[in-house]
């Protein structure tokens, strides 16, 4: 499988390609996807309408978008051992901490902005 991540080295953004390591492990890829689902506004792919929250809305509500992350957490949490998706209290923007327990047992933490 493959997916695209979009990264930001020395200022410049660029996409990356994610693909299945050699054993078939497609983890990284799925963690990718599901930060890019986290960035992506709500019905704003073409292809995948299902992904996506509504985060520009809530902010100019000044409701966090905890529901809809909820979902998003739900809905992931299938490729992982253990998927945790928590706000970040405190912050100026809508921020979540990612935790993820890979099912080979690699863990994986980032604060994720959305």
Known sequence: MRTWGRVEENGVKKWVA?????SGDFSYGWITT???TLKLGLGESPFYAQYGIPAQQSII?????DYYVT???QQ???YFA???VKKVPGAANPTYDL???MFSGVTYRKQIAV
């Open 34 to 36: 599901l930060i890019q």
């Open 61 to 65: 509500d000044q409701v966090y978008p």
């Open 82 to 84: 253990s998927l945790s």
């Open 71 to 73: 979902m998003v957490q």
């Open 18 to 22: 994610v693909e299945s390591d050699a």
């Open 99 to 101: 935790s993820v327990i």
């Open 76 to 78: 992931f949490s299938r």
